[in-house]
């Protein structure tokens, strides 16, 4: 039950879209017609699917999006010094750019290990922005259960039928109840609007304040095979209805297990391969059914291995690092359930296993937290804080990440992952 409901969250948000084939054949009226419709449908399908995985993707906490990017992710770290540009993409993402199909429900659940493979760069310069490094990394997610129950796309694509009936009873009635000629003044046009496409449910204008003309045109449209809602659905409460379903799939999503896997080869001016990493991390969501916090546990591991080369020697450096924390999202919109506020305070333990340098200790802890505010869907500022206990000193450092689904076209942001 719980896997049907967390596709709830598919059917959100979804609006009736026109693809249509243009171009003249010199094949038979018929069957250039049926082209022509099959061309349009998957043209349709491809671009519905991918709003429901676009509002999927921006479901995901800005923790989750920075363990596994959906599509591509651009960063700037530690802007302060302005040391550190990072990009990173699914393999999906670069796919899809060249295929659209890719988006249809039935090809996008083929791409399981497209889906959950990310590749990357990290370039890294100094503060007068001169080359230091540049690193290329690959991640890739060997438990994904958030993708898993997510894209099982059928009763996803069962609630998008039903948000299609309705936009379409909904456009009808509207354009319908305009054009028959009839004078209708602002104060009328708003109630009418606001019967269901409003932004926000104290704004939904109650259906006994409807204009009985206006409700006639829906009783009499509803009632009609080719209007028809699914089901028990009815058309006076149906984005209420999915509107609570897809609350209670959102924090079903988020109390999946996601666990990556990943390698980073570094490179600098005196080395070809100065640093390996190995890293693996887990993230847990650990919130109750019936509450609107939201918490996940992060664990981190790290192996780096160090092989430079200081003053015409060779220097060998091993170092193991780990953290757990949990990530506290703070707030949510009430409406669309996305993360905008995150903390995430964390404990973290160092431990040089090879290549201690003189004076330095060997191993220590540390505490750390990730202090995130979402600007737009795309676009989150993160605020990385660490505290040294022996030295008694707070540090704190900006980035700046978006995680998009476009390149070289205009961000879908109206206002990643």
Same mark, same amino acid.
């Given at each position: 039950?719980?896997?049907?409901?967390?596709?709830?969250?598919?059917?959100?948000?979804?609006?009736?879209?026109?693809?249509?084939a243009?171009g003249? =054949?010199?094949?038979?009226?018929?069957?250039?017609?049926?082209?022509k419709?099959?061309?349009?449908?998957?043209?349709?399908?491809?671009?519905?699917?991918?709003?429901?995985?676009?509002?999927?993707?921006?479901?995901?906490?800005?923790a989750?999006?920075?363990?596994?990017?959906?599509?591509?992710?651009?960063?700037?770290?530690?802007?302060?010094?302005?040391?550190?540009?990072?990009?990173?993409?699914?393999?999906?993402?670069?796919?899809?750019k060249?295929?659209?199909?890719?988006?249809?429900?039935?090809n996008?659940?083929?791409?399981?290990?497209?889906?959950?493979?990310?590749?990357g760069i990290?370039?890294?310069?100094?503060?007068?922005?001169?080359f230091?490094?540049?690193?290329?990394?690959?991640?890739?997610?060997?438990i994904?259960?958030?993708d898993?129950?997510?894209?099982?796309?059928?009763?996803?694509?069962?609630?998008?039928?039903?948000?299609?009936?309705?936009?379409?009873l909904?456009?009808?009635?509207?354009?319908?109840?305009?054009?028959?000629?009839?004078?209708?003044?602002?104060?009328?046009?708003?109630?009418?609007?606001?019967y269901?496409?409003?932004?926000?449910?104290?704004?939904?204008?109650?259906?006994?304040?409807?204009?009985?003309?206006?409700?006639?045109?829906?009783?009499s449209?509803?009632?009609?095979?080719?209007?028809?809602?699914?089901? =028990?659905?009815?058309?006076d409460?149906?984005?209420?209805s999915?509107?609570?379903?897809?609350?209670?799939?959102?924090?079903?999503?988020?109390?999946?297990?996601?666990?990556?896997?990943?390698?980073?080869?570094?490179?600098?001016?005196?080395?070809?391969?100065?640093?390996?990493?190995?890293?693996?991390?887990?993230?847990?969501?650990?919130?109750?059914n019936?509450?609107?916090?939201?918490l996940?546990?992060?664990?981190?591991?790290?192996?780096?291995?160090?092989?430079?080369?200081?003053?015409?020697?060779?220097?060998?450096r091993?170092?193991?690092?780990?953290?757990?924390?949990?990530?506290?999202?703070?707030?949510?919109?009430?409406? =669309?359930?996305?993360?905008?506020?995150?903390?995430?305070?964390?404990?973290?333990?160092?431990?040089?296993?090879?290549?201690?340098?003189?004076?330095?200790?060997?191993?220590?802890?540390?505490?750390?937290?990730?202090?995130?505010?979402?600007?737009?869907?795309?676009?989150?500022?993160p605020?990385?804080?660490?505290?040294?206990?022996?030295?008694?000193?707070?540090?704190?450092?900006?980035?700046?990440?978006?995680?998009?689904?476009?390149l070289?076209?205009?961000?879908?942001?109206?206002?990643?992952?």
């Open positions: 039950m719980k896997k049907l409901i967390l596709m709830v969250i598919l059917g959100l948000g979804t609006s009736i879209v026109c693809a249509q243009k003249t =054949t010199s094949l038979p009226k018929k069957v250039a017609d049926s082209l419709t099959d061309t349009a449908k998957k043209k349709r399908a491809a671009v519905n699917n991918k709003e429901f995985i676009r509002t999927a993707a921006n479901l995901k906490s800005g989750s999006q920075d363990v596994l990017s959906s599509f591509f992710k651009l960063a700037f770290a530690d802007l302060k010094d302005g040391r550190h540009f990072q990009f990173n993409s699914s393999l999906f993402a670069i796919k899809a060249t295929d659209s199909t890719l988006w249809i429900d039935t996008y659940k083929k791409q399981v290990f497209a889906r959950n493979f990310v590749l990290d370039v890294k310069a100094n503060s007068d922005f001169k230091q490094s540049t690193a290329v990394n690959v991640k890739y997610a060997i994904n259960n958030r898993k129950n997510l894209f099982n796309l059928g009763y996803g694509q069962k609630l998008a039928q039903v948000m299609d009936a309705a936009n379409n909904f456009f009808t009635a509207f354009n319908t109840y305009m054009m028959d000629g009839k004078s209708i003044d602002s104060t009328e046009l708003k109630l009418v609007t606001n269901f496409f409003f932004n926000d449910l104290k704004l939904k204008t109650p259906k006994a304040n409807l204009p009985k003309r206006y409700l006639n045109i829906l009783d449209l509803a009632a009609r095979k080719e209007f028809a809602l699914p089901d =028990t659905f009815k058309y409460n149906v984005r209420e999915i509107n609570n379903m897809y609350k209670i799939a959102n924090t079903l999503m988020a109390q999946q297990s996601l666990w990556t896997i990943g390698a980073q080869i570094t490179a600098d001016k005196s080395k070809l391969i100065s640093r390996t990493n190995f890293s693996s991390e887990y993230l847990k969501g650990i919130t109750k019936n509450t609107s916090m939201g996940e546990l992060d664990i981190k591991a790290n192996l780096s291995i160090y092989d430079s080369t200081i003053v015409s020697t060779t220097f060998h091993n170092i193991f690092a780990a953290s757990a924390g949990i990530n506290w999202i703070i707030y949510k919109d009430k409406t =669309t359930q996305k993360s905008y506020v995150e903390f995430k305070p964390a404990l973290a333990y160092d431990n040089v296993l090879s290549g201690v340098y003189a004076g330095e200790t060997k191993s220590r802890f540390t505490a750390d937290g990730v202090l995130r505010f979402r600007v737009t869907d795309d676009l989150w500022i605020i990385d804080i660490k505290y040294d206990p022996k030295a008694g000193k707070v540090f704190g450092f900006l980035n700046i990440t978006s995680n998009f689904d476009w070289g076209a205009k961000s879908k942001t109206s206002g990643t992952n």
